[in-house]
């Protein structure tokens, strides 16, 4: 006669298991309150005290760390370990069904350490991981929704070498992103941020229909640690987010939230802002973020940091767009815009709170803190005066120039982008994309320092009246030298932002 092991914290269908088991010619190990719950449902089993000739203790802590246990999991179907079985009076263990405790969901519930250690489960995955490591002669089973795939393979009488990999392979899965959970709770405890060893706590959420192009495959894995907007966020109407349009919902909402109390309005396009503007209402937001590239808005990403309204929704039906996410959607608006059967409307819920960002090399993963900062303070290099709405007109270039890719340049008036160059591979081809574009600018934003005063000096032919970048460089001198020379003010803000 076989053994199975059973010993689980979420109990669903493990009595239909249990009772296959049994009619298949196995005996039932249990422990504590699995055994109990089996026993009100009919089913026989053998107390885990029995087999070890031990009783639980440290309330319920220690009860399966046993060579009884242990032994029966982890011996190979060789005449070495039988002999050793029989000689110690340990019987095979064929198959182990394990699940864990809670630690994930008390996590979230936001309980005390003290509180919070005692569902860290130790007996757990450790059989887990031991049937795991001997998968080829023992069943392991951590996952409720693979019981019927083990019932209907146990009913034939065999339990082929591919299942038995993957349901291993499931087990390490779980131990691996238990122990992350575990591991990342101290580290923040801690204040480790940047550990030795780091696993982040990723949980597949959605599988998308596909990557940056058809022939990739690609999923959604939530950050166990952040609630985050994509893991809150409510999709109102439309087809499925698709990996791209994660990627720009990221980042145009990223750039609405980077203001508090203005009326903004950004438009992405391919991970790159192509209109950003604060308006008086959503209407006037959304057309002048329209108006900085009429172009590039078509097909991309819309966002607002306020309720979207009618009028607005009337507004952004006559152009085709991919995605639209605010906080919240008149009801005549959600109206307006569900006409359109795959325009993916989003309700956010969540700022941005992703503490790191992960960027993949080959061969490794690059890790930083998220750049929440915008300067180290704000200081005037030049004679020239700056009024308190030019200084508002530059702090809103240089929140817009934060988020487009390096090089980067904007160039705004009446706080909209007028134009943006940016992901240049020199910082005068972004000046020039900028200016060109924007015609009638009246200030200038760069994510990082000048090298030369050449972008000063395209600057002062589009009658640039400040310019506000990170300063830093050698050259600084030959910068403010040629903003004073053509009555251009200068702000350094101590602070570059790179985005590659």
């Not at 046993?66 to 009076?89: C, F, Q, S, W, Y």
């Not at 990999?165 to 131990?175: G, P, Q, V």
């Not at 700056?386 to 340049?409: G, P, R």
Request: glycine share 6%; hydrophobic share 40%.
């Amino acid at each position: 006669m076989k053994r199975a092991l059973i010993s689980v914290f979420d109990k669903s269908n493990v009595e239909f298991l249990a009772a296959a088991l049994v009619e298949n010619d196995f005996e039932i190990i249990s422990t504590g309150n699995t055994a109990k719950y089996l026993l009100k449902k009919g089913i026989n089993v053998i107390d885990i005290e029995k087999i070890t000739n031990f009783p639980e203790i440290l309330d319920g802590r220690v009860k399966t760390l046993h060579p009884k246990v242990h032994g029966g999991i982890l011996a190979r179907d060789t005449m070495e370990d039988k002999e050793i079985l029989e000689k110690l009076n340990i019987k095979k263990i064929d198959l182990v069904y394990v699940n864990l405790y809670p630690f994930e969901e008390k996590l979230k519930e936001g309980l005390k350490i003290k509180d919070l250690i005692e569902y860290i489960d130790i007996g757990g995955p450790t059989l887990i991981r031991a049937a795991a490591k001997n998968f080829e002669n023992t069943i392991v089973l951590v996952d409720p929704g693979d019981i019927k795939l083990v019932m209907e393979k146990i009913k034939k009488g065999f339990i082929d070498y591919e299942t038995r990999l993957y349901l291993a392979a499931k087990a390490f899965n779980l131990t691996a992103y238990y122990d992350s959970l575990i591991s990342n709770y101290f580290n923040r405890l801690s204040k480790n941020y940047f550990p030795e060893y780091f696993t982040p706590s990723l949980k597949r959420k959605k599988e998308l229909r596909y990557g940056e192009n058809p022939h990739q495959r690609a999923v959604f894995y939530e950050n166990s640690f952040e609630e985050g907007f994509f893991n809150t966020f409510e999709q109102l109407n439309g087809k499925e987010l698709s990996y791209n349009n994660f990627k720009d919902i990221d980042v145009a909402w990223k750039i609405v939230n980077e203001f508090d109390d203005e009326m903004v309005c950004c438009a992405v396009k391919h991970q790159t802002p192509c209109g950003v503007a604060i308006g008086t209402n959503n209407l006037e937001a959304f057309k002048k973020a329209y108006e900085c590239d009429p172009v590039s808005i078509f097909g991309g990403i819309v966002a607002f940091n306020h309720k979207v309204t009618a009028q607005t929704a009337s507004e952004m039906k006559k152009i085709f767009l991919e995605v639209i996410i605010a906080p919240d959607f008149e009801d005549e608006a959600l109206e307006i815009l569900s006409k359109k059967k795959n325009l993916r409307i989003i309700k956010a819920s969540k700022k941005p709170e992703d503490k790191l960002e992960f960027s993949t090399v080959d061969g490794g993963v690059l890790v930083q803190e998220r750049d929440v900062e915008l300067f180290e303070n704000l200081k005037l290099v030049t004679g020239e005066k700056v009024s308190d709405s030019l200084m508002e007109e530059l702090i809103f270039a240089f929140k817009v120039v934060k988020h487009a890719k390096s090089n980067a340049i904007v160039v705004s008036k009446d706080k909209a982008a007028k134009g943006i160059g940016s992901g240049q591979p020199n910082r005068i081809w972004a000046a020039i994309d900028a200016l060109d574009r924007a015609k009638d600018g009246v200030v200038l934003a760069s994510d990082a320092f000048f090298p030369f005063d050449d972008v000063v000096r395209k600057a002062g032919e589009y009658k640039i009246k400040a310019i506000i970048q990170p300063g830093g460089s050698i050259r600084d001198n030959d910068s403010i030298k040629a903003a004073e020379e053509l009555g251009i003010a200068m702000v350094f803000t101590g602070m570059r932002h790179f985005k590659h």
